[in-house]
């Protein structure tokens, strides 16, 4: 079973930065499409970021391209959101996720797995 835990949300203030950490287990194949997405109160879910475990693209949202990247260390199964130059409007419950199969256009529509939340404010 694929267990996804994030950690590292908080408060940051308009420009500045955080890392959420994921830690993921369970994945039984190079076949998944991991990433980020978010979800603000009475907002839809907006997918962050979206790759591959076998490699390849990052694909990320454009409200956040330039600013977020995502990376991933294989040999710790931990998955991380870069997230610089932060602004009002990233706030949201941020969500690590995978789906077994698909690629990341499955996951764009329809997800699979996905963990607990980790609650970012951006705020001064």
């Known amino acids: 079973e694929v267990q996804l835990v994030e950690s590292g949300g908080g408060l940051a203030q308009p420009g500045g930065s955080l890392r959420l950490s994921c830690a993921a287990s369970?994945?039984?194949?190079?076949?998944?499409?991991i990433g980020w997405f978010r979800q603000a109160p009475g907002k839809e879910r907006e997918v962050v970021s979206c790759?591959?475990?076998?490699?390849?693209?990052?694909y990320y949202a454009d409200s956040v391209k330039g600013r977020f990247t995502m990376s991933s260390d294989n040999a710790r199964n931990m998955m991380y959101l870069q997230m610089n130059s932060l602004k009002p409007e990233d706030t949201a419950t941020y969500y690590c996720?995978?789906?077994?199969?698909?690629?990341?256009?499955?996951?764009?529509?329809?997800?699979?797995?996905w963990g607990q939340g980790t609650q970012v404010t951006v705020s001064s």
């Open positions: 790759i591959l475990t076998g490699g390849g693209s990052t």
């Open positions: 996720a995978a789906v077994s199969e698909g690629g990341c256009r499955r996951f764009y529509d329809e997800l699979e797995y």
């Open positions: 369970g994945f039984t194949s190079d076949d998944y499409a």
